[in-house]
């Protein structure tokens, strides 16, 4: 596993792809989705609004208070909207930061991609 200092110098990617069900997207994140990497895509991923979003996080092996903070405000936007959001292949490290924050009961997390849109 990498450093922490090592994850922190690595890029943010994504992708945007369509999900098995009309008005699903899925989003890919490749790297770290902290402070320094979000502002590339930040605006983009708050006007894309289908009816369930998937942020697939198992390429992510990081994520700080402000990337939990841009999903939450994702996640609230959606539900006042009438809207979803779902984590997919949140590691151990994404997932301590959820507990550790209290949110895991608000962010709805799934072990892939597949379970996700599988629970829908």
Do not use: C, W
Not at 37 to 63: A, C, H, W
């Amino acid at each position: 596993m990498p450093t922490l200092s090592a994850m922190l110098d690595q890029l943010l990617t994504h992708g945007f792809t369509n999900g098995k069900s009309e008005g699903t997207t899925i989003l890919k994140l490749v790297g770290p989705l902290t402070l320094s990497t979000m502002f590339g895509f930040q605006n983009e991923f708050r006007s894309k609004t289908p009816q369930v979003m998937i942020v697939d996080l198992s390429e992510s092996p990081y994520m700080d208070s402000a990337g939990l903070g841009l999903l939450m405000n994702y996640y609230v936007s959606a539900e006042s909207h009438g809207r979803k959001l779902l984590l997919a292949g949140v590691n151990e490290r994404i997932e301590s930061l959820l507990e550790m924050t209290k949110v895991q009961t608000i962010l709805k997390s799934f072990p892939s991609v597949e379970a996700a849109e599988s629970s829908l």
